[in-house]
């Protein structure tokens, strides 16, 4: 089957820290990989997305690379800011995007 | 432009009630997608629609859910026969045919049932 397993939460970190938010996948096929993020009172955003094995997703500074070796999409940011609080989904879709599978979300509070 | 809207915003009903959530898509977006999002869980797939069609039902929990689609614009998310277990947040969302795999997200309807 399809699923996305991701750390748990919260994570609280102090600004300008490194961080890593886990995630791992079970696809059959070749999924499509993504990272959305929920700010406090707002909607779900894509915040970025790899498409195929090797592929880095950027934005705001984050990064996750598609590694199909060991099925993970870890997201990452070199210095996190108390702005970045939010919660973060790991999700993936399969080529014909009609289904995505989102994982639990992990809560990243930052403190000044 | 105007995102994802969804209505009602809230919703508090009596177990046993029907109840209808409403989508209104990014105009022009063909895809439209529905979610629940239970207390501290992960979104869990509902149903697709591509157009007013919906190839897969398979992620609707029950057979008191339904849903349509007119116009290949609004949906509307229908939960008959409400049980306590249905509350959750119910989130919407829309994607391009150009850009087919970036899902543009509503605000949410809170369903409480009591």
């Known amino acids: 089957g399809n699923s996305v397993t991701q750390m748990e939460g919260p994570v609280t970190l102090s600004e300008e820290a490194f961080l890593t938010i886990n995630c791992t996948y079970t696809a059959t096929g070749y999924p499509s990989l993504f990272w959305y993020v929920q700010y406090p009172g707002e909607g779900l955003q894509l915040l970025l997305k790899?498409?195929?094995?090797?592929d880095k997703g950027s934005n705001k500074g984050f990064e996750a690379t598609y590694r199909k070796e060991t099925t993970s999409f870890h997201l990452e940011k070199g210095s996190v800011q108390v702005s970045d609080s939010a919660v973060y989904f790991c999700a993936l879709a399969l080529y014909n995007f009609n289904k995505f599978y989102f994982g639990s979300g992990t809560k990243l509070n930052v403190k000044p | 432009g105007a995102g994802v809207s969804q209505s009602p915003s809230n919703k508090v009903t009596e177990k046993g009630k029907d109840v209808e959530l409403r989508c209104d898509p990014i105009s022009g977006h063909t895809a439209l997608y529905w979610y629940r999002q239970s207390l501290g869980q992960g979104l869990e797939f509902l149903i697709y629609?591509?157009?007013?069609?919906?190839?897969?039902k398979s992620g609707l929990p029950s057979d008191r859910f339904s849903a349509e689609r007119t116009g290949g614009s609004v949906s509307t998310l229908t939960i008959q026969r409400t049980q306590q277990e249905d509350s959750a947040v119910y989130l919407c969302?829309?994607?391009?045919?150009?850009?087919?795999?970036?899902?543009?997200f509503g605000p949410g309807t809170r369903l409480t049932v009591l």
């Open positions: 790899a498409t195929k094995a090797d």
């Open positions: 969302a829309s994607s391009s045919m150009t850009s087919t795999d970036t899902q543009y």
């Open positions: 629609f591509q157009g007013n069609s919906a190839p897969d």
